[in-house]
């Protein structure tokens, strides 16, 4: 018996927002290593069906690469983040065999002697619904939100930075006249893409966007389980930006073997309006407190809640306060810190290396302040997450000539963009 370095190929299948079908949200785009069929194409959805993309000549040669101990460049995200002692999808994987396909050893072994082959289905699937949603956040682009599309595409109408499935081999960027509508789930619909015997080993259904919520195929999917009978074996998780809630998705999500909601809040107050516009925190705050009270009325139904904050620029310096917010409410959820690297297109750079290094110093101390006055109200998990966010944070190559400017010229960008807003004053400590 010979684990492979990773499980997913074996499990999983990932849909993106334009229908692309990937072995995983991490694995690559580019014309050498992505999974492509005989005529160089990707495989999709609007041209393909699961099943000749499930067992694919490309996908059947990760598998034996992976087998083989060999480290596939089609994962290299992975490799590269674990170098760097990073939180991987590949972490996520073994969680979700764990949890979910314990037996995949199994499966592993008889597509060995089948030319890697899986002659079962895949046991979990994420998908992107298209990319209907209703913010336009920083971090994000045309490709996962009509609303930055249309957003930007009036501020800057040759490029509204719709780069994600161009061939990542060049240099070239697409420029289209308006940004791309990807309504493939409409077109084709959840319910007959995956259907049959499909659903009877599907243990894992993570569903995002876009902003899934919003997107009605994804509720007809929910509803379309249920009355299967095939809820009562699935572990739903869903992303969401937290900005609204629909009472059928509520209702529906009870009927799952066990659901977990992520709600992306990445701060409170004015910083995520600016992160997330036009996301209004009174609205998120009553929100997260709606979600507390779902997981509260339905607590037999096995449903949690988790943060996943994005650190950016924008966020770094109120990351306290979001510790305080979540403690001061008493809120048993779990904290994932997205240890992201953001560059956003005509914004300068909103990564964490253009932070003077006094700004991430005063951070990491108001961190450990708010862990010590904290800890008994946070989950053992979270303190986990936040400790390892503070040695990141000590070891990541700031500016140290705490030179303000990076941070000033992303900052005037963004005050140029939301006139209405007083961007100094939300974000005062980079300008001293």
């Known amino acids: 018996m010979k684990k492979p370095l990773c499980t997913f190929p074996w499990a999983h299948l990932d849909i993106e927002t334009n229908g692309d079908i990937k072995y995983c949200c991490a694995s690559v785009y580019d014309k050498n290593d992505s999974h492509l069929d005989k005529h160089g194409n990707h495989y999709n959805i609007n041209t393909h069906t699961i099943d000749e993309a499930w067992n694919s000549d490309r996908i059947r040669e990760l598998r034996r690469k992976l087998h083989n101990g060999i480290k596939a460049p089609e994962c290299r995200v992975c490799w590269d983040q674990e170098d760097k002692g990073q939180w991987s999808v590949r972490h996520a994987a073994r969680q979700a065999q764990d949890d979910c396909y314990s037996d995949i050893q199994k499966t592993i072994d008889a597509s060995a002697k089948n030319d890697y082959a899986v002659d079962t289905d895949p046991h979990y699937y994420q998908i992107q619904t298209g990319n209907l949603c ?16 249309d957003f930007y ?25 308006k940004p791309n509508r990807y309504d493939w ?9 995956i259907n049959g015997n499909k659903l009877e080993h599907i243990t894992r259904l993570f569903l995002s966007g876009g902003e899934p919520t919003i997107i009605l195929e994804n509720l007809k999917f929910l509803e379309y389980l249920i009355e299967s009978n095939h809820s009562k074996h699935i572990h739903l998780i869903i992303t969401t930006n937290t900005t609204k809630i629909n009472p059928r998705f509520a209702k529906s999500i009870k009927h799952f073997q066990k659901v977990t909601m992520i ?4 701060a ?34 096995n449903i949690s809640v988790a943060f996943n904050i994005v650190v950016s620029l924008l966020t770094l310096p109120t990351l306290d306060l979001l510790i305080d917010y979540i403690a001061d ?17 005509d914004y300068g750079d909103l990564n ?5 290094l006094e700004i991430a110093t005063q951070t990491c101390n108001k961190l450990r302040q708010s862990l010590e006055k904290n800890y008994s109200y946070l989950r053992p998990r979270s303190i986990e997450h936040i400790n390892e966010f503070i040695e ?29 807003r007083d961007i100094k004053s939300i974000f005062p400590v980079y300008f001293p």
């Open 134 to 149: 209703n913010l336009a956040c920083k971090m994000c682009h045309s490709d996962y939100s009509t609303t930055y599309g």
């Open 153 to 177: 595409f009036e501020l800057y109408p040759d490029d509204v930075n719709q780069t994600k499935y161009v061939d990542n081999s060049s240099d070239s960027k697409r420029v289209n006249n």
């Open 185 to 193: 789930p409409v077109k084709i619909g959840l319910s007959n893409l």
């Open 263 to 266: 709600l992306s809040i990445d």
């Open 268 to 301: 409170v107050g004015e910083p995520i309006e600016i992160q997330r516009y036009p996301a209004k925190w009174a609205q998120v705050d009553k929100n997260i407190k709606q979600y507390i009270n779902i997981q509260k009325e339905n607590i037999d139904s």
């Open 329 to 345: 409410h008493n809120l048993q959820f779990d904290i994932h810190i997205d240890i992201t690297a953001l560059f956003s297109l």
């Open 352 to 356: 964490l290396s253009a932070v003077p």
């Open 392 to 420: 990141f944070l000590e070891k990541f190559p700031y500016n140290h000539k705490n030179d303000y400017t990076p941070a000033q010229f992303a900052l005037n960008k963004i005050q140029e963009h939301h006139p209405d």
